[in-house]
């Protein structure tokens, strides 16, 4: 009996195993520096792309809904009920001005080196949508994101019909739309 879980124990632990299990082990860790040395920051990146991703995701199953619809429908359903078209588009178009060149940049108040909070970086964003024409918005109708871009902290702030990166560091606009803000 001893024999035979001895015999089992050298299989598993024996020095073939072992290496693999080194080498995987080195493979990850040098995986991970260079992840670091070029700058990304892994947790970042995976938040920065599952919303976009969970759109597409979802304008795909609209796309695909209807082409279905429209292919089971027999030629009498046809005239009764009409298959509704949808305009999918693979980004969002503002209603507002997207002409940055014309628009004011509101001003933070904030020293360039102190960083913002998620509430003043609100604050400066809605601001900055009623001066662009979009009124009546609550802090309750936006969404903020922390991203990260060329190694710097960035708040992406989107609201029903505008988009705003605020700088962390400063509370400075950066960009408006995804346009880049000339200040």
Excluded: C, H
Excluded at 35 to 41: A, R, S, T, Y
Excluded at 149 to 157: A, D, F, P, V
Aim: charged share 25%; no cysteine; aromatic share 4%.
């Amino acid at each position: 009996m001893r024999a035979k879980r001895e015999k089992k124990r050298r299989k598993v632990f024996n020095i073939y195993n072992l290496l693999v299990l080194i080498s995987i082990v080195i493979i990850l860790g040098a995986g991970y520096v260079l992840l670091e040395k070029q700058g990304i920051d892994v947790v970042a990146e995976v938040k920065q792309r599952l919303p976009e991703d969970w759109f597409k995701e979802k304008e795909v199953a609209k796309v695909d809904e209807t082409k279905t619809a429209r292919a089971n429908n027999t030629p009498e359903q046809n005239k009764t009920t009409p298959v509704p078209t949808q305009n999918v588009s693979t980004t969002p178009v503002p209603t507002t001005n997207t002409n940055t060149s014309n628009t004011n940049i509101v001003s933070s108040g904030v020293a360039s080196g102190d960083e913002i909070s998620e509430d003043k970086a609100a604050e400066i964003a809605i601001a900055q949508f009623s001066q662009m024409g979009e009124t009546g918005l609550q802090k309750s109708e936006i969404e903020i994101m922390q991203i990260q871009r060329s190694g710097e902290l960035y708040y992406y702030i989107s609201s029903p019909e505008n988009t705003a990166e605020i700088k962390v560091k400063g509370g400075k606009i950066t960009r408006l739309n995804s346009v880049l803000v000339n200040n």
